[in-house]
Every structure is written in structure tokens, then in C-alpha cells.
């Protein structure tokens, strides 16, 4: 069973465009989260999202940063227009239905912004 | 407001020696979960115990164990026999079941460097 993918590992984009960021959960897993990690920090939550569903996008900053995770595909968090503020590791989890339970992390996308 | 708060920001152990990494949190609910990820230089997110604030009796994971103080908060970790793979960030994290959303809130964690 293949644990959590994210790519790509390092993203490097110039002020004003677009990152993309990819997470593919565990197989069976329905839930993904999306963490950010800023250096000398610990993770701060952004957004959780079933399928086809934001659940909750409360840690998510209103403007630029969006998530969707279609029927189909990967789980995608964007980011329009980035600024330096935004370099930061980005983590996705997965977990199962069950409440509680472990999230599983992917190892992780590094964004610099230069 | 959830919190969480790992007052040691770094710590150095010798291998095969014992230490207490130390987490306190704040919350309102009853029901909730805490755990313990270790955090490598690869930077990946490893779960290292997990405990339901529900339960009294600490839990233990091989060379890894807990000390849960429920009314005064308190989460800790205890490594014993550490070896030189114990080197990394630990973060302590609570996880409440609000509303559906099941999301993690973390401390700021803890260097921790074991020493041969």
C-alpha cells in the first residue's frame, strides 16, 4: 500500500505566478488535510476536504489559496500570484473514515518564492 | 482557542539514555486525541504514539511512552534507550472532532539531538 504522494518535492516559482501543489492520498483514504510549515515552525492546518467537499478551510488565507479534491484525481491546493511570504513546506495527510484516527503524511512539496 | 505548547525548544540526550520532551495544551472539549510525530531531517512526518483523552492508562509504543495528565493538561514523551535515529523534531498535537473536522493542531516543536 502506497503511502501518501506529493509532488513536486521542490517548487520554485517567481513572484506574481502560480504554484500547484499534488497530493494523492493513501489508498482507501477519503480525507485529505493540507498543513503549512513555515521555518522554526510547526505545522499550522490550512484546509480538510473529502471528495468533491471542503469541510473546513478555516486555516486558509481568504485571498490566492484555493483547494479542491475532484471524484477523480489528485487533491490540488493553488496558490495565485505568490509572494515571498508564501516559501514554506506544504504538507498533505490522509486519513480513513474513522474519527480520530492517524493522519498519514506525504513527505511534502518545498514552494520557494524568489 | 486549542493550543498547544512545547516549552523545550531544543534538548541533547546520550544514546541509550533516557529523556522527557514536554507538551502542555489548552482546550475546552473533553473528548480529543493527542499524539507525538517525530519529524527527521528528510522532514517527513512520522507518527510516533497516539493516545484517546478518554482512556487513563498511558500509552506505550516499543521504547516510547507517555505520560498523560488529563486535568493538568500535560502530554509528555518519554524515549528510553535512545539511539542516534532519534534525532529530529518531535511535535506534540491534539486533534478534537469539531463539527466534523478532524483537524490537527500543532506545538512548535522540540529539537531533539541524541549524542553518541
Known amino acids: 500500500n502506497a503511502g501518501v504522494m506529493q509532488n513536486p518535492r521542490h517548487l520554485v516559482r517567481r513572484r506574481g505566478q502560480e504554484a500547484r501543489l499534488r497530493c494523492s492520498p493513501m489508498?482507501?483514504?477519503?480525507?485529505v488535510y493540507w498543513y503549512r510549515q513555515l521555518p522554526e515552525e510547526g505545522l499550522k492546518f490550512m484546509v480538510y476536504l473529502q471528495k468533491e467537499n471542503i469541510i473546513d478551510e478555516s486555516g486558509m488565507p481568504k485571498e490566492r489559496f484555493s483547494a479542491e479534491f475532484p471524484k477523480e484525481g489528485p487533491s490540488i491546493l493553488r496558490i495565485q500570484q505568490v509572494v515571498r511570504g508564501d516559501s514554506a513546506a506544504y504538507f498533505c495527510?490522509?486519513?480513513?473514515?474513522?474519527?480520530?484516527?492517524?493522519?498519514?503524511f506525504g513527505p511534502g512539496t518545498r514552494l520557494t518564492v524568489t | 482557542a486549542q493550543t498547544v505548547t512545547q516549552s523545550q525548544p531544543e534538548m541533547s540526550v546520550q544514546e541509550a539514555e533516557t529523556v522527557t520532551l514536554s507538551c502542555t495544551y489548552d482546550t475546552s472539549e473533553s473528548n480529543y486525541y493527542l499524539f507525538w510525530y517525530k519529524q527527521p531531517p528528510s522532514r517527513q512526518m512520522i507518527l510516533v504514539i497516539r493516545?484517546?483523552?478518554?482512556?487513563?492508562q498511558n500509552a506505550t509504543e516499543n521504547r516510547f511512552s507517555v505520560n498523560f495528565q488529563k486535568a493538568a493538561k500535560s502530554f509528555s514523551l518519554k524515549i528510553s534507550d535512545s539511539q542516534l535515529g532519534d534525532t529530529a523534531m518531535y511535535f506534540c498535537a491534539f486533534m478534537i472532532d469539531q463539527g466534523g473536522s478532524e483537524k490537527l493542531v500543532f506545538g512548535k516543536g522540540t529539537k531533539l539531538t541524541v549524542n553518541p
Open positions: 495527510a490522509s486519513s480513513p473514515v474513522v474519527a480520530g484516527y492517524e493522519q498519514y
Open positions: 493516545q484517546e483523552a478518554y482512556k487513563q
Open positions: 489508498k482507501g483514504h477519503s480525507h
